[in-house]
Each structure stands twice: as C-alpha cells, then as structure tokens.
C-alpha cells in the first residue's frame, strides 16, 4: 500500500526541486525530514511540506505505521511556464521564463 501526496504550480524550477529530491528517494521518512530541514535550498521546503502530507495520508488514510515509512518515489515535472519581457536596448524586448513544477512524493511501509 502507498500513500501520496501532489504540490502543483510551486515557483520553482523543475531542475532544482529535482536535485533535492533526489536526496531523499529510498530514504526513510525520518532521516528524509531531517535532511530536507537542514538543506540550504529554496527547494527543501515545498518537498518538506508535500512529505509531511504524504505521511499524514498515510497514517489518516491508509492507517500505516509512522515509524517504518519510507519514501518509494519523487516525481518532480514541469508546471505551466509563465512568460514575462524585459526591455532591451534600442525598443527590443527579450523573453524570461519563469518555470514552475508539480511535485509528487510517494511513502510506503516498509515490511
């Protein structure tokens, strides 16, 4: 049985929410925690909080023992793109993508 939990549109690149979450993947969810709160990077937090509501769906949902939880997967994907324009020089204008992700963290019982 497994339990998962979804953060979409969070305002951060897909390619540095993946770098973290590859910290945690296959870890147990304590140690996972304790790396994330002491990761210095803007992603540690949104994967924190989407770890934290996967183990409260799984204790609340699926009645799973908190202590043996670990994390099966991290899927982290890319968002909508927002489009914004910085002006340039001589009246041209030049694109900036500012990317979002959709998270996904999935904890399981280890037997």
Known sequence: MQAKAHMKHVRISPRK??????????????YARAILTHTPKAASEPLLKTLNSACANAENNFEMDADSLYVTEVLVGAGPILKRIQPRAQGRAFR?????????VTVAERS
């Open 17 to 30: 929410v993946g770098i973290v979450g590859d910290l945690i993947r296959g870890k147990d969810v304590k």
């Open 96 to 104: 900036i993508y500012k990317r979002t992700s959709h998270i996904t």
